[in-house]
């Protein structure tokens, strides 16, 4: 029995979507936090992303807590995720919005200046080492364009949704889910902040020949 007219190009498309679903689910990473409201808790249960992020802050001057409520805020800390797939005839997964990906999700053009300029050729976005550095980094360049300062998350988040040509045309002005969610990144860093406070001493003294003060 023959498919009727188009019925070979639902079938290959339906297989695209297949396809698709299956390299989703082979995308492999650590398990993200149980507990994302608690910094504290965040940096126990993966202590070297205290070190990346301590790093990221001394080399570009982003607090540890802004940055760690960026990727919060980007990814809710899973290393391999990528833009939800658009629906083809509202069924079949097709092409995704955009190239983010990773923790800080990062665009292909932008990573591709990222890498070039400093970070190294073998950098990932599905490592939190470069994620924290690539914030870092961005939000120098979001300081040096726009004057927004590096103590001020609400507008950094802004610059780092629109860019930062998009930030300084103001075309946030007209997107209240975007001020919105860069109002949720500066209560977020506040909160981490906070609760960083009260534990930062435990991370940075954790190994054994480490001694307070003199730990880094």
């Known amino acids: 029995m023959g498919f009727p007219p188009g019925a070979a190009v639902v079938r290959a498309l339906l297989l695209l979507g297949l396809i698709g679903l299956t390299a989703g689910c082979a995308a492999r990473g650590p398990a993200p936090p149980p507990n994302q409201d608690n910094l504290c808790e965040i940096f126990r249960e993966n202590p070297r992303w205290y070190d990346y992020a301590r790093d990221a802050e001394r080399e570009w001057g982003t607090p540890i807590a802004t940055q760690m409520a960026f990727i919060q805020q980007e990814s809710s ?26 923790y800080a999700q990062a665009q292909d053009p932008v990573w591709g200046e990222y890498r070039a300029d400093a970070g190294s050729l073998t950098a990932r976005r599905t490592h939190m080492k470069y994620a924290t550095d690539f914030i870092g980094w961005y939000n120098v360049r979001t300081q040096r364009m726009t ?34 969610a860069a109002r949720q990144v500066a209560e977020r860093a506040d909160r981490y902040e906070r ?17 307070a003060p003199f730990c880094r």
């Open 77 to 102: 800390f899973r290393s391999h995720v990528r833009p939800d797939r658009d629906r083809l005839l509202g069924v079949v997964p097709w092409r995704r919005p955009s190239s983010a990906y990773g």
């Open 147 to 180: 004057g927004v300062s590096l103590q001020n998350a609400e507008h950094l988040y802004l610059a780092y949704h629109e860019g930062q040509g998009g930030y300084n045309r103001g075309t946030w002005r007209n997107k209240p889910g975007v001020q919105r």
């Open 195 to 211: 609760q960083l406070s009260s534990c930062e001493s435990q991370f940075r003294c954790r190994r054994f020949y480490q001694v």
